[in-house]
């Protein structure tokens, strides 16, 4: 990895994620009984920043990189724990003190940190000493220059009534009969999600994210939604459209570029009858026109893009029928374009042995 890898990265960027759900739950809020996450007013779904990023910080454990924030708890104390288990020398406080730079030795192991930043409030009195250490040395938060906001879906969704409650049949160990349980299980039948999303340039010197860091999520964000999403109510969710503009032009950026995404109503069925990605074509023509006025008016370095062949777009003035064309309309238009091969590029994001 060159140095050039390694150094904060200084172009801002913009992503827009779009991924959808079918016959699943694809973000329940345990204040409301774990349903869907649903604006009464509008009936469009909701998922939340947070839902994704857990998404991203599993992934990038699965892939070998170490992170801090998992899957163990909340308390003050379990986030003590989690800053030392990243540092494999240290056993006692006296071995922090061997330590250069603190903090930059746990950025560079914490990668979930280098994007979304942590709050790092551990215990107010300790009783072990080398928490007690840890809580002295550590600053008290790291602000993420990487920030999505909630996606909500393009189309008023409905839920699976006939799945609110499912039975589950099982076999007692006593005498062998069938029995059975009630099982809350409440689903939405389709949406389609543009996640928006930033990488703040100013805010990556922070926390030392790096070029190859910013690159990594070209492919992160895709594998995540295929990888992470395999649990019973949330399997059914895939990434349809990954677009990030990285921009030449210091603090620039179009800001809510997932706005200009919206569902061809000609084109797709009503949103009561939407159940897949079959029945769904999404019109594109004001995100590459954004992206063409952009890349015409010099702010534009390179739009980076992965498409699903499945999901059906149209293009005003373009023959294009699937997301995995957009990127050679762009270039068609003269927008410097990088077209992302998810499966032969990830691996040069992995961790060095």
């Excluded at 006296?94 to 551990?122: K, M, P």
């Excluded at 930033?198 to 030392?208: C, F, S």
Aim: aromatic residues 6%; charged residues 30%; glycine residues 8%.
């Amino acid at each position: 990895m060159s140095k050039t890898d390694t150094e904060p990265v200084t172009n801002r960027s913009e992503i827009v994620f779009v991924t959808d759900a079918q016959d699943c739950n694809p973000n329940g809020n345990p204040m409301g009984e774990n349903r869907p996450r649903i604006d009464q007013v509008t009936q469009q779904a909701a998922i939340t920043d947070v839902r994704l990023k857990r998404y991203l910080r599993d992934q990038l454990e699965s892939d070998g990189h170490p992170i801090f924030v998992k899957k163990t708890g909340d308390g003050a104390d379990v986030r003590a724990a989690l800053a030392i288990d990243l540092f494999e020398s240290v056993e006692s406080a006296d071995d922090l003190d061997d330590l250069d730079d603190i903090e930059s030795e746990f950025l560079e192991r914490a990668t979930d940190v280098r994007y979304f930043g942590a709050t790092l409030s551990f215990n107010k009195d300790p009783e072990d000493e080398l928490y007690q250490a840890v809580k002295d040395r550590f600053p008290s938060q790291f602000t993420g220059p990487v920030q999505f906001s909630p996606a909500r879906s393009l189309n008023a969704v409905e839920t699976n009534e006939e799945t609110s409650m499912l039975t589950s049949v099982i076999a007692t160990q006593d005498d062998k009969e069938q029995g059975g349980f009630g099982l809350d299980d409440h689903r939405i039948k389709y949406g389609i999600f543009p996640f928006h999303g930033l990488v703040d340039e100013h805010g990556a010197t922070d926390t030392a994210l790096s070029r190859v860091d910013v690159e990594r999520l070209d492919t992160l964000c895709w594998r995540a939604l295929k990888n992470q999403t395999i649990s019973r109510s949330k399997v059914g969710q895939e990434p349809r459209l990954y677009v990030r503009a990285e921009y030449a032009t210091d603090g620039y950026h179009v800001g809510d570029l997932h706005n200009d995404l919206v569902i061809d109503g000609e084109e797709s069925k009503p949103d009561g009858q939407l159940r897949s990605v079959r029945d769904v074509c999404l019109d594109v023509t004001g995100l590459v026109k954004t992206l063409e006025r952009v890349a015409n008016d010099g702010h534009l370095e390179t739009v980076h893009v992965a498409g699903s062949r499945r999901l059906r777009v149209t293009c005003g003035g373009c023959e294009i029928e699937t997301a995995d064309e957009i990127a050679s309309t762009l270039d068609e238009r003269g927008v410097p374009v990088h077209e992302i091969d998810i499966y032969g590029e990830f691996d040069r994001t992995l961790p060095s042995e």
